[in-house]
């Protein structure tokens, strides 16, 4: 079955330490999005990718990185100038990244993060 | 930017008795309006979406949700609640389509519903 796969389900950082989180999907969509979800707060989208080698800036980049280098995968980090990173974070696809996109989002089971 | 307000941070009902989450939207036009479940530690999975056809909207698992711009309300309805659906509900709307928005189709969350179902 198709789907999106995070990994891993649950991750621990260091103070000063940089983190990658995997999100990987074989729907074959273009469109590619992180989430950032607090308690109370619903979903804010961190960077989203509406085609490969390209990627965008959501509300909340500040602190993250991420790279698009193939169609299936789309990495993020979270690097050490996030002062706060203890969230649960989603990634998410959807088919049509150029402009005809209203379908509806798929979404991987997440991964949390906590800071030790 | 477009916005969702989800009335209640939190429900509960009898098994058996209706279910009703509020959601009011945010926006000059007729936008794109989906709902989302999600349980714990889980992702989210889409239970309908308004794309502007019909106002009265079905989805899975018995849930349903009418649109109405004169009360620019899209509120999640469902006639008998099953322990099942406890679980956190999203109110989410898209700016595709609208002037201004983007041609991704970006989502906008509500803060969320946690329904809760007493046996």
């Known amino acids: 079955d198709g789907g999106i796969t995070q990994s891993p389900k649950y991750l621990f950082r260091k103070e000063g330490q940089n983190v990658t989180l995997s999100c990987e999907q074989n729907?074959?969509?273009?469109?590619m999005y992180w989430y950032r979800q607090d308690p109370g707060q619903g979903l804010r989208l961190i960077y989203y990718?509406?085609?490969?080698?390209?990627?965008q800036k959501g509300d909340i980049a500040e602190g993250y990185s991420v790279s698009r280098e193939k169609k299936e995968s789309f990495p993020l980090t979270v690097t050490s100038a996030q002062k706060n990173p203890t969230a649960f974070y989603l990634c998410?696809?959807?088919?049509?990244?150029?402009?005809?996109?209203?379908?509806?989002?798929?979404f991987g089971d997440g991964t949390r993060l906590s800071i030790l | 930017a477009q916005s969702v307000t989800q009335l209640d941070s939190h429900v509960s009902v009898s098994e058996g008795t209706p279910v009703l989450l509020r959601c009011n939207y945010s926006?000059?036009?007729?936008?794109?309006l989906f709902w989302y479940v999600q349980h714990p530690n889980k992702g989210l999975q889409l239970l309908l979406k308004?794309?502007?056809?019909?106002?009265l909207v079905k989805g899975i698992n018995g849930f349903e949700a009418e649109f109405k711009k004169s009360e620019t309300s899209f509120h999640l309805t469902k006639p008998s609640a099953h322990m099942s659906d406890a679980a956190e509900y999203f109110c989410?709307?898209?700016?595709?389509?609208?002037?201004?928005?983007?041609?991704?189709?970006?989502?906008?969350f509500g803060r969320g519903t946690q329904l809760t179902v007493w046996p």
């Open positions: 729907l074959n969509h273009d469109a």
């Open positions: 998410a696809s959807t088919v049509g990244g150029g402009g005809y996109s209203n379908q509806p989002q798929h």
């Open positions: 926006s000059s036009y007729s936008p794109s």
């Open positions: 990718s509406q085609i490969v080698n390209d990627f």
């Open positions: 308004y794309t502007s056809a019909a106002t």
């Open positions: 989410v709307v898209s700016d595709y389509g609208i002037p201004g928005g983007s041609t991704l189709g970006r989502l906008y």
